[in-house]
């Protein structure tokens, strides 16, 4: 699937960057064609407007002849369509047949290929009323005036310039292939981390619901076999549907959460909030469990500190952590809880004594469904998503949290969280 997607986003990105290659290619064109025939195109109207103002006191009927210039030239056009040269001297490279070439170019810019030569030319309005040009004993009535220059430079250098273009274009289609390979795959990263983060997660979440549901399955089906046993003979049959009935309504629970969150359905109901208590009140949440495993609990918060929170969210946190914590400490072990502040933070630190995590595990540790330990996690009811919730309850808070652990010794939790106001 992500393979199909990947060619056709490479072939979108590479249309779309070859499209705007071509058009800014061609405006570069456009934009040097004109700028090298502007200055021969007013070049060429300054010298029939001077040839007008000469030829607007003409003497007897004659046209007077223009001022030669080789670059512009200007020539007669009579009202039979005869193209005159008005120079006393033939124009090297314009044979009569040319001129008579150039003299159906209308009233518009045109450039022309003729032979061996380009030429630029328009044609002008000869409006005077005494517009008779008397050449070698014969009278001409003169219609128009054609103006012509000769541009094999300027067209040579434009072709040269296209050249260029096109070849450059040839070359950029394959910058502009990879490019788009590349930009394509980029795109598509996080787009694949995401499906596989969702496979993943429903494959986990199978597996979870899995066992419960096969306990119950079982059980059940055991009541069944036996429909005239009481409830006291069956008691143990009854208890492991329940138990396993809590077990799933809290992974469902769980993963609705994370489902939220996901969705960005859960916001964080920021208030005043003092850390102590709330970090007190989970304390005596888990005082008699601490005290039926013979656990030794610390906790060092003697500053009072203030923050802006959702204290939900903040209790939900400790309580996960506490949790892990009592989870994977052994009798006699040893929990401590401190917070202090640094600077603009608040530091809090929950360390353990217990069987710690190996330093493969670290990276993964967050992630959800993750347990180091599988079998011995799922004993003590674990299914792998507190640190999940807890690593986003910090991130709401734009907080950090992160974790050091030594296998066989103990773990040590670091959660920093900002006093300002979110």
């Not at 986990?204 to 005239?228: F, G, M, Q």
């Not at 005082?287 to 003697?302: A, D, F, H, T």
């Not at 807890?390 to 103990?410: D, L, M, P």
Request: with cysteine; hydrophobic share 45%; proline share 4%.
């Amino acid at each position: 699937m992500f393979q199909k997607t990947l060619r056709k986003l490479t072939v979108l990105n590479s249309i779309v960057f070859l499209l705007i290659f071509i058009v800014f290619g061609g405006m570069l064109y456009g934009y040097i064609a004109r700028q090298l025939f502007d200055d021969i195109d007013e070049s060429m109207e300054e010298k029939v407007e001077a040839f007008r103002l000469v030829n607007g006191r003409p003497r007897l009927g004659a046209a007077q002849t223009p001022l030669f210039d080789s670059r512009i030239l200007i020539f007669l056009l009579d009202i039979e369509g005869n193209v005159i040269n008005p120079y006393p001297f033939p124009i090297e490279g314009i044979s009569p047949e040319i001129l008579t070439s150039l003299a159906d170019g209308g009233g518009e810019w045109q450039t022309k290929k003729i032979q061996d030569h380009a030429y630029r030319l328009r044609t002008f309005p000869y409006s005077y009323q005494d517009n008779i040009l008397v050449k070698e004993a014969k009278e001409y009535r003169i219609k128009e005036l054609l103006g012509v220059s000769i541009v094999d430079f300027e067209v040579t250098m434009l072709h040269r310039f296209l050249l260029v273009i096109v070849t450059g274009q040839i070359i950029g289609m394959t910058a502009i292939i990879l490019a788009g390979y590349f930009l394509a795959r980029r795109a598509l990263i996080p787009i694949q981390a995401a499906w596989e983060k969702q496979y993943q997660f429903v494959a986990d979440a199978s597996h979870e619901l899995r066992t419960p549901l096969t306990v119950i399955k079982s059980n059940a089906e055991l009541l069944l076999r036996y429909p005239k046993h009481t409830i006291e003979l069956e008691t143990i049959r009854i208890r492991n549907v329940i138990r396993e009935t809590i077990r799933m309504s809290k992974l469902v629970s769980t993963l609705l959460t994370l489902a939220r969150a996901d969705a960005d359905e859960i916001e964080i109901q920021a208030g005043p909030v003092i850390l102590n208590e709330v970090i007190q009140n989970v304390v005596e949440q888990f005082e008699p469990l601490v005290q039926m495993q013979g656990i030794e609990l610390k906790v060092e918060c003697s500053e009072v500190i203030s923050l802006v929170a959702d204290k939900e969210r903040l209790q939900q946190l400790f309580v996960i952590l506490m949790d892990n914590a009592i989870k994977y400490t052994s009798e006699f072990g040893c929990i401590s809880i401190s917070c202090r502040k640094q600077s603009s933070q608040v530091l809090i630190k929950v360390i353990d004594t217990g069987i710690g995590i190996e330093p493969k595990d670290l990276p993964y540790v967050f992630n959800r469904f993750f347990r180091a330990d599988k079998v011995r996690t799922r004993e003590k009811g674990g299914v792998g998503l507190g640190l999940a919730i807890a690593q986003w309850i910090v991130e709401k808070h734009n907080g950090k949290i992160w974790i050091k652990s030594e296998s066989g010794i103990g773990t040590e939790v670091y959660v920093s969280l900002p006093i300002e106001k979110l």
